[in-house]
Nanobody
Framework: VQLQASGGGLVQAGDSLRLSCAAS????????VGWFRQAPGKERDFVAA????????VYADSVKGRFTISRDNAKNTVYLQMNSLRPEDAAVYYC????????????????WGQGTQVTVSS
């Protein structure tokens, strides 16, 4: 599975962005896809994940109510809609895939995209 993350950019606090994670090589049908983020000097943190088959979603407490993860079967793409962005949301965002359930731990994901930068100015 090859993953391509896109959609990052520079926004002001309170703005919205939508990240995309497109898969090639095979479909997501038996996978879970997660979004993670890593700020400079910090560990890679879980943001959200979705089970492709069931649609079950999991969110980090810090983004619950502001971010929404979704999938498009026809496009084999997962989205992360980010609303009410805050300066502390700034990071490189990565999408990742794993076989099975949507989990929070980055070490459980086998396939990773290249990352897309999100910058939020105050």
């Amino acid at each position: 599975v090859q993953l391509q993350a896109s959609g990052g950019g520079l926004v002001q606090a309170g703005d919205s962005l939508r990240l995309s994670c497109a898969a090639s090589g095979r479909t997501f049908s038996s996978y879970a896809v997660g979004w993670f983020r890593q700020a400079p000097g910090k560990e890679r943190d879980f943001v959200a994940a979705i089970s492709w088959s069931s649609g079950i979603t999991v969110y980090a407490d810090s983004v619950k109510g502001r971010f929404t993860i979704s999938r498009d079967n026809a496009k084999n793409t997962v989205y992360l809609q980010m609303n009410s962005l805050r300066p502390e949301d700034a990071a490189v965002y990565y999408c990742a895939a794993r076989g099975g359930a949507a989990l929070r731990g980055p070490s459980t994901y086998s396939y990773w995209g290249q990352g897309t930068q999100v910058t939020v100015s105050s």
